[in-house]
Nanobody
């Protein structure tokens, strides 16, 4: 069973950048479409970026042009480069499959954008 561990979050000022990592304990490539999700307090978890095994990407309108998702096959890791961060990006960020999800979510990594 594939398990994910998210890391790289932290406190950053508006306009700053962070690079999130999602490490897989198993074969991440058994999941065709991987995604980064986020959940702010009191809100539903939302998909913000996705990537297929062939490298095709999609982004939510709220992050388009600022976030970049990538996949490293050798390291079995999915990354999310976040630039020009805004306070509304504050949330816990998770990774998981999109079409195919594992039932147990990781702990996520907290991203806080504040002055």
């Amino acid at each position: 069973q594939v398990q994910f561990v998210e890391s790289g979050g932290g406190l950053v000022q508006p306009g700053g950048s962070l690079r999130l990592s999602c490490a897989a304990s198993g074969s991440i490539f058994s999941i065709y479409v991987m995604g980064w999700y986020r959940q702010a307090p009191g809100k539903q978890r939302e998909l913000v970026a996705s990537i297929t095994s062939t490298g095709s990407t999609n982004y939510a309108d709220s992050v388009k042009g600022r976030f970049t998702i990538s996949r490293n096959y050798a390291e079995r890791t999915v990354y999310l480069q976040m630039n020009s961060l805004k306070p509304e990006d504050t949330a816990v960020y998770y990774c998981n499959g999109v079409v195919t999800k594992i039932s147990s979510w990781g702990q996520g990594t907290q991203v806080t954008v504040s002055s």
